[in-house]
């Protein structure tokens, strides 16, 4: 996977886990598709009707803040979501995303200047955002994130270390 | 080797959990913690844990597990949930568990001495950095990371930034920890401590209660922060100590029995040096400080109580492992004494464990608050995250001695919370409008 592309899906500044995942479903909702259902529920009803493979969320300050619950990572993985460009994330969330291969980018410009609905192209090998407004650059992952990334997520990764180990 | 810069908590947390003499501002470490901590989620971290195909988890003894977040079980899956948790424990021989109605994770593991100073905590819950209020590292994770522990033992931590916080002087009467917390969120932002770890220092700290204490660090999680830290005092080791010692007389054989509990809980505290990088310094005089309401949707839109007072109110809640201790059970019962929950107000308390239930019910506080007409409940997380009853009805309204407002976290999406102090929500209660209560008697 070394490009994504999708449309913009548009959010504001400190969008909470509850909002993206809601609470009353964490000890019950299992399942792909029934955790893949809830995304942004309590934010935009009209998203997981509606986001399709490859799209990319965009949003402001401090998203995922709140509650460590993963599944405000995994309802977007399950719904096919590329990557959450941000101006910044909440540490759990960020290593929620991480830890199951979710994109998670931070880039304060590319934010400000997409608009709801147009397309997005990521390019991972040269860490550049390509959007109407024009090209944004990215920093790269750091060592660690990028070697969990690579394998496909956190439980990919351990399990491949367990093996060598043993 | 160089002799390495003043240090500062975090980075001598850190250095220790990893089995390192010192570590850097944003290094990289794998840290092997003392403490892992889960709670009802931990059903689902064992069908993820699965994945890796051991009949054996490496660390029983370091895990803690809590029935906290719905219980008793309000559903069958809830209820299915539970037992398979119940079962995992058994078969793997887990150190730490607490049962339904034991209390709320956090509390309980502070009450039972499970962390001590200078200890490095991690669990699935994003209120782990309470636990600085006796000097120990929490961090929330998530349950892939727990699964990653049970599984290895280890995790990967970034050895954050830290900020100073200082507290001169005496709160004045009616304001409390809590205040102080919403304050510092609503001046510097939700992300205001983003990736950071917090210090609080200063006159105004060292003389908060230790009950008072538990709520700073707690509240950082909404603060955006990895963990908050406050020096641990001969107060925090009597607590801990007397606690360490009840666990040594009930037959429990703990590591280095031949050490006493004071030297026990007092082996690992850590202190920052004098000098130690700080990536930002507040202050705050204590004096100057009043009680905050937080409005809906966000903790971090904080204003003075006087400006949100009159707004009517159709539930009231003190509860949780920020505000459900005994001195908030204290303070709501100061102001329930001798009079009535309004009429289209409900208000709802449930005490953070069964060792403030009990000491709520011998000083009378139990019996105040039902005579003032609030419903108890079973010691937990209550209505906290919408998970177990309190649920309020669209259009309602809940002031909360919780930590979060966001839209739809008790279970309803369009339903207002406010956040406040506990004594604030039982005026609310009696009011039926958000209430001072240092104002009630002229009412």
């Known amino acids: ?166 | 080797m160089k002799p390495p810069s003043p240090q500062t908590f975090a980075q001598k947390a850190i250095a220790r959990a990893a089995g390192l003499k010192f570590v850097e501002v944003g290094q990289v470490v794998d840290v092997r913690p003392d403490v892992v901590l889960s709670h009802d989620n931990t059903a689902a971290i064992r069908q993820t844990w699965l994945e890796f195909g051991q009949a054996r988890v490496v660390i029983p003894e370091k895990m803690a597990i809590t029935l906290d977040h719905a219980v008793p079980a309000p559903t069958t899956k809830h209820a299915q949930n539970h037992a398979e948790i119940r079962r995992f424990v058994q078969e793997q021989g887990i150190r730490y568990f607490f049962e339904v109605g034991r209390g709320i994770c956090h509390q309980v593991l502070s009450e039972e001495a499970v962390v001590l100073p200078g200890q490095l905590i991690l669990g699935a819950d994003s209120h782990t950095p309470h636990f600085g209020w006796m000097g120990a590292f929490g961090a929330g994770i998530g349950r892939s990371e727990v699964a990653t522990l049970w599984a290895t033992g280890e995790l990967w931590l970034r050895v954050p930034e830290s900020m100073l916080i200082v507290l001169d002087g005496d709160l004045p009467p009616g304001v409390t920890a809590k205040d102080f917390a919403l304050r510092i969120i609503g001046d510097l932002g939700a992300d205001g401590g983003l990736y950071t770890s917090v210090e609080f220092a200063g006159t105004g700290i060292e003389r908060l209660s230790l009950e008072s204490r538990m709520v700073l660090p707690n509240m950082m999680a909404e603060f955006g922060v990895k963990t908050a830290y406050i020096a641990p005092d001969v107060a925090v080791i009597e607590y801990l100590s007397q606690r360490l010692q009840k666990r040594l007389e009930n037959g429990e054989r703990l590591q280095n029995t031949d050490r006493s509990p004071d030297l026990l809980v007092t082996q690992s505290q850590l202190f920052p040096d004098a000098g130690a990088e700080y990536s930002a310094t507040y202050r705050y005089d204590a004096a100057a400080l009043e009680p905050y309401v937080a409005c809906p949707h966000s903790v971090d839109n904080v204003v003075p109580l006087s400006h949100v007072a009159g707004t009517r109110v159709q539930q009231a809640f003190i509860g949780t492992c920020t505000n459900g201790r005994l001195e908030d059970m204290a303070a709501a019962a100061a102001v329930l004494k001798d009079k009535q929950v309004a009429t289209g107000t409900r208000l709802l308390i449930i005490p953070s464990s069964s060792q403030v239930l009990q000491e709520a019910l011998r000083l009378g506080y139990i019996q105040t608050f039902i005579e003032a007409g609030a419903v108890v409940g079973v010691p937990g997380c209550g209505p906290c995250m919408g998970n177990h009853m309190g649920i309020p009805a669209p259009g309602e309204v809940t002031i909360s001695s919780a930590n979060r407002n966001f839209q739809g976290r008790m279970g309803t999406r369009d339903a207002e919370i406010y956040l406040s102090n506990p004594a604030v929500v039982a005026a609310s209660a009696v009011a039926g409008v958000i209430t001072d209560p240092r104002e009630m008697n002229n009412v």
Request: aromatic share 8%.
């Open chain 1, 1 to 166: 996977m070394s490009e994504i592309r999708g449309r913009a899906w548009k959010y504001g500044d400190n969008v909470n886990t509850d909002v993206i995942f809601p609470g009353k479903y964490t000890y019950t909702a299992s399942g792909q598709e029934e955790i893949a259902s809830h995304a942004l529920e309590d934010l935009d009803p009209s998203f997981a009707a509606n986001v399709r493979t490859g799209d990319v969320i965009v949003t402001g300050r401090n998203w995922g803040c709140g509650s460590s619950r993963e599944q405000a990572a995994t309802c977007l993985v399950f719904n096919g979501v590329g990557a959450v460009i941000a101006e910044s994330f909440s540490r759990i969330f960020y290593r929620n995303a991480i830890n199951n291969g979710l994109l998670a980018i931070t880039c304060p410009t590319a934010v400000q200047v997409i608009e709801a609905g147009e397309i997005v192209m990521v390019d991972l090998q040269n860490h550049t955002i390509h959007c109407a407004a024009g090209h944004f650059s990215f920093p790269p992952m750091s060592g660690s994130v990028r070697q969990i990334v690579e394998a496909g997520g956190l439980i990919e990764y351990v399990k491949r270390k367990l093996v060598v180990e043993a």
